[in-house]
């Protein structure tokens, strides 16, 4: 129910699962059993609530207790932890179980996808005329930020290595990453389109959403129409993550039901302003308020969630 709340960004219903799953395997004595997989779901909550230090940080702990350890990916940012590779980990992490190399995997590309987030955070806020104080206090000259990108892909070769044969999902991650660390246009499309496919694959509606979202960023202004289509689909997508479990009724459907129920707030709003932009674009203008307006209403829903925009 955690991961469920989170996809639906019910982050309240979320703590409370996570705070419950602790204090059973606690209660069990089965903490240390589980401790990767609850860091986790953590860093996963952090990440999509916008909070990226704790998001690392819970990210690093997974990937440590997991008995994957941290190897080469924690050699630069703010990161604290440090290992050598697979063997890296905690003696009681679960080393050479499959199932907890799946999460310490996950978690090492969870930390890929803070760094890329928060490097591409200072360029942007550097082109909207802000970069000088994002460059004091967070040190990406050009030089580090090239050497930041270096660094993540060659994490992103490690990361390709070791995700094979382990699912469609971490497989379809780790094209994700691909895509957003590739030199190349056609790559990074390349990248995508075998993304899309694994998601679709694994049958993951939250992943599919995030592949469509950022297929799209690259046709908004080479293929509108195509990228409208993508988005389109997106929206349904993200909007279709806020749906209850099947036979979920009555009292018991109010008191499941997210204070938002309509899926993914932060990606729907990302989606509909690029609507609203391709709306205008097109001059199709009474559209673009009509999407401005509904943009609106899901930015006081974002911001009521704690997430900056």
Partial sequence: MGEISIQRSDFPAAQLALDELTSHVR??????????????????????????????????????????????????????????????????????NATEEWVGWAARAGIVWVRI????????????????????EEGHSQRERDKEIEALRREGKILKRECEGRGAALEAIEEL?????????????????????????????????????????????????????????????????????KGVKGEKAKQEQAPWNGGNAPLSLWVGERIAELKTLAGQEKVAKDQEEINAKLREVVRGMGIKV
Avoid: W
Wanted: hydrophobic letters at 40%; a positive charge.
């Fill in 117 to 136: 987030g928060v490097l591409r955070q200072a360029e942007a806020s550097q082109v909207s005329g802000t970069g000088s104080k994002v460059k004091e």
């Fill in 27 to 96: 209660s069990q004595s089965l903490f240390e059993r589980y401790q990767a997989r609850i860091a986790l779901l953590h860093g996963q909550m952090a990440h999509a609530r916008g909070d990226t230090a704790r998001a690392r940080k819970c990210y690093e702990v997974a990937a440590y207790v997991s008995g994957v350890g941290l190897g080469a990916v924690v050699n630069s940012g703010s990161g604290s932890g440090s290992g050598n590779g697979k063997n890296s980990g905690s003696a009681t992490g679960g080393a050479g």
């Fill in 177 to 245: 990453l691909g895509a957003c660390l590739a030199e190349e246009f056609l790559s990074a499309k390349q990248h995508l389109h075998r993304a899309l496919s694994l998601a679709t694959r694994a049958q993951d509606n939250h992943l599919r959403a995030l592949v469509l979202a950022l297929s799209a960023s690259h046709y908004l202004h080479t293929a509108r129409d195509h990228a409208l289509t993508m988005l389109g689909t997106c929206q349904q997508l993200a909007a279709g993550l806020g749906a209850l479990p």
